[in-house]
């Protein structure tokens, strides 16, 4: 399985943009799709997640009320509509997908897309 982030960029604060996430195949015993993010210099943090069943959504404090994660299970793809962006929001996302098939978890991850908030 593949997970491959799009549309990230450089945008200037108060903008919007939206982050794309499409797996390569479906997911069998996907659990849960999430975005994260790894600011320069720190560590790899939650933005939101959310959950195959209910769609039940969390997200950081930081980016709520600005910050929106959906799926499109017929496009096999994940987002984030980020919008009201601030400087502090500049980092790599990455795409996660984890789950369990038969008796093993499995914990994907993409190869990150970077955004890049100018004041």
């Known amino acids: 399985v593949q997970l491959v982030e799009s549309g990230g960029g450089l945008v200037q604060a108060g903008d919007s943009l939206r982050l794309s996430c499409a797996a390569s195949?479906?997911?069998?015993?996907?659990?849960?799709m999430g975005w994260y993010r790894q600011p320069p210099g720190e560590q790899r943090e939650l933005v939101a997640t959310?959950?195959?069943?209910?769609?039940?959504?969390n997200y950081a404090d930081s980016v709520k009320g600005r910050f929106t994660i959906s799926r499109d299970r017929a496009k096999n793809t994940m987002y984030l509509q980020m919008n009201s962006l601030k400087p502090e929001d500049t980092a790599v996302y990455y795409c996660?997908?984890?789950?369990?098939?038969?008796?093993?978890?499995?914990?994907?991850w993409g190869q990150g897309t970077q955004v890049t908030v100018s004041s």
């Open positions: 996660n997908a984890r789950g369990r098939e038969f008796s093993a978890k499995f914990d994907y």
């Open positions: 195949e479906i997911i069998f015993g996907l659990k849960t």
């Open positions: 959310i959950t195959t069943g209910v769609g039940s959504t």
